[in-house]
């Protein structure tokens, strides 16, 4: 009950204070410089020149000390030692170039960076072309959608039942090894085998992101114009041709828009992997590996110096982003 | 596109089996585990829960009456009885040794290794006859091979909300997503406005850092963050992940409701302010009502991310039992009680319930987020 006060409390101080720092600062504002009197085309050009920050004073406030203040940091934090306290150089990169489990991190998020937007992307094209042509199409979507609400923790309680064990000659009660057995294969503790788990691993974050690269897809397929379409048809197109040679060209900018999506969410991906192997058996990946160091490690050079590599990695499509971005507002 | 000229329909069952194998692929995992929620610890690790909607075979070990429990009939000695506590339930086999405990169908006549006679009925009612008195303070063992009808159980809920402290989970969790979800839609309303509707210097530069801090991985803040929050007094609390969750959300927050709102006609602004209205008034009187669908669409996704959120929880809220969020309980659940499933299943049931049924109510909104949240 008491958390419940203190969370109702933070509401109401928050959006409150919020609120009451708009109204204020605007009615000051008005005040100071009124739209009227002697000066009145001065203050105006003034108080249509202050209010903008006055809007944008808590957003800025926040991104700065929440985003721009650390991604500064963790670059001094990363040329430092364990502790913050002694300056070291380059040692943290340098100890990260032959540390094994960092190369292993780096090696599957490769191998994830690959696998997961492809296929993602793949079955979101799949999904999304036969979704719109059959009639029960919008329950399929928001079956085939429904991952995306599921948390990363629970999607990997689901697939860790999938992928469950019994020694041969028991009942298996994972899907998988169940399917196995029916083949006439020996059943397997999947997790713990290098490679295939890695790929094990993969498949959640493909069923969870599937739904996304649907969703989008769909609506890029539908804004294609019939015309296009018809004259490929009266062409002599078939099926397959039409959704290759004409469709898929004419959406090739938002497939790239879904794929770069999901390549920012493979990069930071950290719950599938601490949860179902914490990174044993060949599946580190860099995000829980950073983690490693941080809580188990208690390094914050070693684990700043893996945040900046994630950074670097992502930065090539920051700079794409904003470059479109800017394009699309002229 | 159906009446469009030549859309050939023999490929129609070719699309729909794809559409039908894709559907099945996408919810058996979960079906599978729902399921499982509700079956006892028993049931989960002896059986898949695919079998779980038919009759199961098991094998029960009893224990005959003891000895002393015998009386006599004519020349015999009979101990007699029910192997069912309850006297329902169907007997299929049943033996006298664990290595072969289905050795005879029921009805049949077993010769016990001590050379009792052994028959068990169908309906589990047994009689042990000898010649000899029986000897010994312990009764025969009698293995049957039972059909159970399929049997489903709330207990798991009740037992992981209460014993296994998700309620409290669940209280932190909603203590922490709710208030992070409302702060950043305010501050990042009149940001959005500013930057849609309002000239001033800088404002494209501001535009681009902001699509620029969409992509920054959580990683390279958390350790900062957290160095900061200790030095200003806030140390592991809710106020520090409150203002975290509200930061990280901000710029998909800000890029959405710019997009939007610059998409708002152009007229009614102007006659707003040719009749004298100041931008607050145009703000808060014109723009935030129509503002209404994209405000939802981002309110989901923000309250989807910090419902479900592990890391920023495991980072910016303390680890003790009752400060654990239900993403962090569910972690350490699979730790530490790694082969216990219903446990895990009611669990994490617990734990995606919520975000399931706003996902349902609000798809329509989601949806519209996500076109308008994908950088193009």
């Not at chain 1, 599921?150 to 992928?163: L, N, P």
């Not at chain 1, 294609?224 to 048809?233: D, G, S």
């Not at chain 2, 007997?91 to 050795?103: C, K, M, Y």
């Amino acid at each position: 009950m008491e958390q419940f006060f203190s969370a109702a409390t933070t509401i109401v101080i928050g959006v409150g204070g919020c609120l009451l720092y708009f109204f204020l600062s605007n009615i000051i504002l008005d005040r100071v410089l009124p739209a009227s009197g002697p000066n009145i085309s001065r203050n105006i050009n003034r108080a249509n020149a202050i209010r903008p920050w006055l809007f944008l004073l808590p957003a800025l406030i926040l991104l700065a000390l929440y985003l721009v203040y650390p991604l500064i940091w963790s670059i001094y934090l990363s040329v430092m030692d364990a502790g913050g306290q002694r300056f070291v150089g380059m040692s943290n990169y340098t100890w990260m170039v032959s540390d094994p489990k960092f190369l292993e991190s780096m090696r599957n998020n490769i191998l994830w960076l690959i696998v997961v937007p492809a296929f993602s992307t793949f079955f979101g094209l799949v999904a999304a072309a036969v979704t719109d042509r059959i009639r029960w199409g919008n329950f399929a979507k928001a079956m085939i959608f429904m991952p995306m609400a599921i948390s990363f923790v629970g999607a990997s309680v689901i697939w860790k039942f999938v992928y469950d064990f019994r020694p041969e000659g028991q009942n298996q009660i994972g899907l998988l090894n169940a399917i196995v057995e029916v083949f006439g294969g020996t059943p397997e503790t999947w997790l713990t085998h290098d490679i295939v788990n890695s790929f094990l691993l993969m498949v959640v974050l493909i069923w969870i992101q599937t739904g996304f690269a649907m969703v989008i897809l769909s609506a890029a397929l539908r804004g294609i114009p019939e015309e296009t379409i018809e004259a490929a048809i009266l062409d002599g197109a078939s099926p397959l041709q039409l959704f290759f040679k004409i469709k898929v060209p004419q959406i090739w900018g938002t497939i790239l828009v879904v794929w770069t999506t999901i390549t920012i969410t493979v990069l930071k991906v950290f719950d599938i992997v601490l949860t179902m192997t914490n990174g044993q058996w060949g599946t580190q990946v860099l995000g829980n590996y950073m983690y490693d160091w941080l809580v188990r490690g208690q390094d914050s050079g070693r684990a700043s110096a893996i945040a900046i590599v994630i950074m670097l990695l992502v930065l090539p499509i920051m700079i794409w982003n904003i470059r479109n971005a800017r394009r699309e507002m002229r | 596109m159906d009446n469009i000229v030549g859309q050939k329909s023999s490929l129609t069952w070719a699309v729909n089996l794809v559409a039908v194998a894709l559907v099945l692929l996408w919810t058996i995992p979960t079906f599978g585990l729902l399921v499982s929620s509700f079956r006892d610890r028993d049931q989960i690790l002896t059986s898949g829960w695919w079998q779980s909607m038919f009759p199961q075979e098991a094998t029960l070990q009893y224990r005959a009456g003891a000895p002393d429990t015998a009386v006599q009939e004519g020349g015999l000695y009979v101990i007699a009885g029910n192997v069912f506590d309850d006297g329902t339930g169907f007997v299929s086999a049943f033996g006298t040794s664990t290595r072969e405990p289905g050795a005879y169908a029921a009805g049949d006549v077993a010769q016990t290794n001590d050379g009792f006679e052994l028959t068990v009925q169908e309906d589990g009612s047994y009689r042990l006859t000898s010649a000899i008195p029986f000897e010994g303070t312990r009764g025969e063992r009698i293995f049957v091979t039972t059909t159970q009808a399929p049997s489903f159980t709330t207990e798991n809920f009740v037992r992981v909300m209460n014993a296994e402290g998700l309620g409290r989970g669940f209280l932190n969790t909603l203590t922490v997503s709710i208030p992070a979800t409302i702060i950043p839609i305010l501050v990042a309303a009149f940001a959005a406005y500013a930057l849609a509707w309002m000239d001033f210097p800088g404002r494209a530069l501001l535009i681009a850092t902001v699509v620029g801090l969409l992509v920054v991985p959580l990683q390279l803040a958390l350790i900062p963050l957290l160095q900061l929050h200790l030095k200003a007094g806030i140390g592991k609390s809710y106020l520090g992940i409150w203002l975290a969750h509200s930061a990280f959300g901000l710029p998909l927050a800000i890029y959405l409701l710019r997009n939007y709102m610059a998409g708002l006609p152009r007229d009614i602004i102007e006659s707003a302010r040719v009749d004298g209205a100041t931008d607050f008034q145009i703000f808060l009187k014109i723009i935030l009502p129509l503002s209404f669908p994209a405000l939802a669409s981002f309110a989901i996704f923000q309250f989807l991310w910090t419902w479900n959120d592990l890391l920023v929880a495991l980072v910016f809220l303390g680890s003790t039992q009752d400060q654990l969020v239900m993403t962090g309980q569910l972690k350490e659940l699979m730790g530490s009680r790694g082969g216990d499933w219903e446990i895990l299943a009611a669990s994490a049931f617990i734990s995606i319930a919520v975000p399931l049924a706003v996902f349902f109510a609000m798809q329509k909104y989601l949806v519209r987020g996500l076109l308008a949240g994908s950088v193009k």
